[in-house]
């Protein structure tokens, strides 16, 4: 595919206003007749309309048949020179569901005796449905009518309000749906099948009457209560804390178990991912519960952040993916635990998108250039984007973003937008100019702040010093100075926040933290009357998305794991001492003893304390994962790494067997069904304690077989086999069998079961995930099936995955050529495993970059793995 450059962006030069589909739904030959009300912007341009894998059976004009000679349909274009609008083109084309593996377009889940028919249009599937100018920016009307086999599509279901169904007499019938909403095409959506539903009605704060109505196969549709919980709390949440409200008179969700990715967004139909919209006790961890609650939240949120107001192309897809993340992670703050909820997401950036950042596939939030889109929606656009609103949030406080963006949605309502208009809104209703900001989607790379502080106690003063600086990444040599908010506090002997002033100022703040604006390369920022060195506090709820370097002492840290008044703050601390002890281990074979002693103190303390958020007390207990130790190393040996990090997890467990006892003992059995943020935390700290007082001692191990053997919920049972498995147990063979016996016939279930096994940092793991591949419950078509066996393999196993005779790689790249055939953007994103090649010791580097030249010698790559590998080896 050709690259596409963010400046020759050029305005449409035809619109269509309206759309009437009619669609004869059939799993083998469906047929679309759409019919576009076209104008023309520019007199001089020919028609020239998006067109892919789609039979034209024919094409008229204002009701005249054209001639063969009259068009030319190739390359995904469709071309009608000489035309000029207004005009009415009418186009019938047949296409075959049941054959598109890509999952893009219209598709079959499922088998084509069992299975629905749904779409998947983001970013380009639309022009796979029919002939349409398949743009961001071109909004229009739809008015849709499907016809089917009764029996086999008893639902029908598009985007819209409902206009009217019937019977056609043949054993077939009939829908419509109107949608009053200007949308852009990626957000079209039908589906039509053999579905159950549950159904609620919601009172907007407007007073609309909305059916909100969860549709899945009938095997499904006991497990969508949590879901539609979810669903109402984020309709009411966000009409509290952004003034918006939902504006059709139903809204449907569908659960399908075939789909490349989390859920979509189409106006009114939102389709997900069994994945995220299942979830009961015995089927789903506390973990998805989460998940589903996040996710339905943000579809939901996109409403407004995405098809309200749209984006004017896909350059400017971080303008409603960073949005809606950040919505998303205010909404699951508000409703579970914020404290949790961070520290998550400050592991996924870090995990992923310090990775992706770091290595040739690095990307601006905002890319000024792609050739397939489907392969940036990525972590730096979904997370680091959502870092910046985060930051943006942060700077302009709470009331002055809401107002911001209430000037945004009412300025660009209906329309499509660009960031520089998000900014612009933000900063027009706050009084401030927010330009600057656009370094921080123009630029790529993770910015590193380093701070030093220092205390002067002639002149009672405290002086922090912050510079920051971003190293090249491809095409970009030269980085400028970002705003960077780092949110401070300064705590005294006692543990107390000191008052906050700067010199010059005339008092201090009334609160104790504050946000210091870096808006150059360096700056120093004097706070005044600080009687004793203080212990600082610094990048608060990480208030900016950089690797911090700080020269804090570890009794410092130690202070601050301890007593941070911010549950956030204390596991950052914590973290910063892990990685200090591992930079250690791996250095000198084991990390320095006073250091060890002074960080398991800490966590010791929290363990003890039930006045902490148990959530926090196991987060302090979770080492990080190894990808993010790597991070910002050279050469890596992941063999090393894993020894490293497994010295400093298991020295913890083992300094701290008497208070894990103790405070698994004290948490009871766990065995209830609640799952209410405090059950949720509860059960995550009494697993934390379970790994780890078995990796302490095998003795330890008839805990896990008890609690295996007890577990009334799928948290627990789960967590129990990990634990076994990892302990390589007696039991373990037996357990997973109990397990895969226990839930056969469940696909989601059975997911988790692959992934256990495909990420135990074992390198057999290998091995063991080859055999899986054979297994019956393994389908080489479902992504999700792919994602939780080779994707866990690839992506979180980076032990057994970069194995030194070779072997993770080869499994991996012969399983990526084999997908691209069936699912491209599945295989396109197994390839970012080895994006970060350059990055290891030089036998593992060279044994990626053959893996990556042979994927890229293979003949009929798919563009979407293509771009990947060619991006790779640049
Ligand atoms: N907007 C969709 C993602 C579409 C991915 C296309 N390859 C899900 C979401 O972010 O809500
Ligand atoms: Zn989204």
Redesign the pocket.
């Known amino acids: 595919k050709p690259t596409r450059f963010l400046r020759d962006y050029r305005a449409p030069a035809w619109r269509i206003d309206d759309v009437e589909l009619d669609v004869e739904l059939d799993a083998a030959a469906t047929t679309v007749h759409a019919r576009l009300s076209l104008q023309q912007d520019d007199a001089t341009a020919p028609l020239e309309l998006d067109a892919e894998a789609l039979d034209l059976l024919d094409l008229r004009v204002d009701g005249r048949v054209l001639a063969g000679d009259e068009f030319t349909l190739a390359d995904g274009r469709l071309v009608v020179p000489g035309l000029r609008g207004p005009l009415v083109l009418e186009s019938r084309v047949r296409i075959a569901p049941d054959r598109n593996t890509a999952l893009q377009g219209l598709y079959l889940s499922g088998t084509p005796e069992h299975g629905f028919l749904l779409t ?1 249009c ?2 380009e599937g639309f022009r796979r449905i029919t002939p349409f100018l398949d743009r961001s920016d071109v909004l229009a009307r739809y008015t849709v009518t499907l016809r089917a086999d009764r029996a086999r599509y008893p639902v029908l279901l598009a985007n819209g309000n409902a206009d009217g169904a019937g019977d056609l007499g043949d054993g077939r019938h009939w829908a419509r749906f109107v949608d009053p909403h200007p949308k852009p095409s990626y957000l079209f959506a039908l589906v039509a099948g053999r579905l159950e539903s549950i159904e609620r009605t919601f009172v907007t704060a407007q007073g609309r009457r909305v059916r909100l109505v969860i549709h899945a196969e009938a095997d499904a549709i006991g497990r969508c209560d949590w879901a539609m919980q979810c669903l109402e709390h984020a309709m009411r949440w966000d009409e509290q804390r952004f003034g918006r409200c939902y504006d059709l008179d139903a809204f449907h969700v569908v659960a399908t178990h075939d789909f ?6 189409n106006k009114g139909l939102n389709i997900f991912n069994a994945k995220y919209l299942l979830a009961d006790p015995a089927s789903a961890t506390d973990d998805d519960h989460r998940h589903v609650l996040a996710v339905v939240g ?2 939901y949120f ?1 409403n407004w952040s ?1 098809n309200r107001v749209t984006c004017r192309d896909w350059f400017q897809l971080c303008l ?2 960073g949005l ?1 993340v950040y919505r998303e992670q205010e909404f699951e703050s508000d409703l579970a635990s914020r404290t949790l909820r961070r520290i998550e997401d400050v592991r996924l950036l870090w995990r992923a998108q310090f990775s992706e950042d770091a290595g040739p596939l690095a990307h601006a939030v905002r890319p000024d250039r792609y050739s397939e889109i ?1 392969n940036f ?1 990525t972590a730096t656009v ?1 997370e680091k984007g959502a870092e910046i609103v985060r930051m943006l949030g942060v700077v302009l406080g709470r009331d002055g973003f809401r107002r911001g963006l209430d000037l945004y949605f009412a300025r660009h309502d209906g329309t499509a937008a660009t960031i520089e208009d998000f900014l612009a809104a933000l900063g027009d209703a706050n009084d401030v100019d927010l330009s600057p900001w656009l370094a921080w989607y123009e630029q790529a790379g993770t910015p590193e702040l380093r701070a030093s502080g220092r205390h002067d106690a002639r002149r009672r003063c405290y002086e922090l010093t912050l510079e920051q600086r971003t190293a090249p990444t491809p095409g970009q040599a030269h980085k400028r100075a970002l705003p960077i908010p780092v949110a401070v506090a300064l705590f005294d002997r006692s543990g107390r926040a000191l008052p906050l002033r700067l010199d010059g100022e005339d008092a201090a703040v009334a609160a104790n933290e504050r946000v210091l604006l870096l808006g150059s390369d360096s700056a120093t920022f004097r706070f005044v009357d600080v009687d004793e060195a203080p212990t600082p506090s610094l990048l608060r709820g990480f208030s900016a998305p950089v690797r911090l370097v700080q020269d804090t002492s570890p009794q410092a840290l130690a202070a601050l794991a301890r007593h941070d008044n911010d549950g956030f703050n204390r596991w950052f601390a914590s973290d910063a001492l892990v990685r200090r002890l591992f930079a250690q281990a791996l250095a000198h074979g084991e990390p320095e003893a006073t250091l060890f002693s002074t960080w398991t103190g800490c966590v010791g303390s929290a363990l003890d304390d039930t006045g902490v958020d148990p959530a926090l007390a196991a987060e302090m207990l979770t080492v990080a994962d190894a990808t993010s130790l790597a991070d910002g190393l050279d050469d890596v040996d992941p063999e090393g790494v894993h020894q490293a990090r497994a010295r400093v997890e298991t020295g913890l467990a083992c300094a701290l067997v008497a208070p894990l006892l103790r405070r698994r003992l004290a948490l009871g059995d766990g065995g209830d069904l609640a799952v209410e943020p405090l059950a949720q935390a509860r059960r995550r700290l009494r697993n934390a304690c379970l790994a780890a007082l078995c990796r302490a001692d095998v003795a330890h191990a008839p805990l896990a077989r008890a609690q295996y053997e007890q577990a009334r919920n799928l948290t627990d049972r789960l967590a129990a086999l990990g634990v076994l498995l990892s302990m390589r147990d007696a039991g373990a063979s037996a357990a997973l069998a109990d397990f895969a016996a226990r839930h056969a016939g469940d696909a989601l279930v059975l997911d988790k079961w692959f992934s256990l096994q495909a990420t135990e940092a074992d390198p057999r793991a290998c091995e063991r995930v080859a055999a899986l591949l054979a297994h019956p419950a393994f389908r080489w078509s479902n992504p999700n099936n792919v994602y939780a066996l080779l994707g866990a393999f690839a992506l979180r196993n980076p032990r057994a995955f970069h194995r030194a005779d070779g072997d993770g790689y080869r499994l991996v790249a012969d399983a990526i050529l084999r997908l691209d055939a069936l699912t491209p ?1 599945v295989a396109a994103r197994l390839a970012t495993a080895f994006g970060a090649w350059r990055r290891y010791e030089p036998i593992r580097r060279a044994l990626m970059h053959r893996e990556l030249e042979r994927m890229l010698g293979r003949e009929h790559l798919s563009p979407d793995l293509a771009d990947i590998l060619g991006r790779s080896l640049a």
Do not use: D
């Open positions: 998947q983001e970013a490349t990715m989390g859920a979509m967004e943000h579809e996109h995405g409603k993916e809606t489907n929606y979904y953007q």
